[in-house]
């Protein structure tokens, strides 16, 4: 079976645990929701990264909440590239799936919409 990657991202307004919780919750129930049949048992692996001013949790933390207890997850740091997004959550969802390529949506919200304005404009 093929595996697909999914990306996403949000932000938020501050390091504070409970606003990074709430957001990667919000971003990966919007994954979930824009990939119909995509179950977290399906999910081969999530890779979250974070921007140098969010070290309050781990976005994984939010997805373990959501019943993604036995997915394989890292959290690391983003390059800090000036001009970039601050306060971002980004993840990269492997799914198992025979899905095409070409039929995943990817999710960005908040002010991470800028990320990739191409993705937002093809869903």
Known sequence: MPIRGI??????????????????R????AILKANEHMRPEDVG?????????????FPAQAARQMGWSMVP???A???????????AIRVLVH???ETPQSE???VYLREAVRLRPDLVAAQ
Do not use: Q, Y
């Not at 991202?9 to 606003?19: G, Y």
């Open 7 to 24: 990306r996403g991202a949000t932000n938020v307004t501050a390091d504070d645990p409970d606003l990074i919780l709430e957001a990667t």
């Open 77 to 87: 740091r983003e390059i800090p590239v000036p001009g970039s997004l601050p306060r």
């Open 104 to 106: 995943i949506k990817h």
């Open 45 to 57: 692996s999530a890779f979250f990264t974070v921007t140098e001013d969010l070290a309050a949790t």
């Open 26 to 29: 919000e971003l990966l129930e």
């Open 95 to 97: 799914w198992n799936t």
């Open 73 to 75: 997850m890292m959290c």
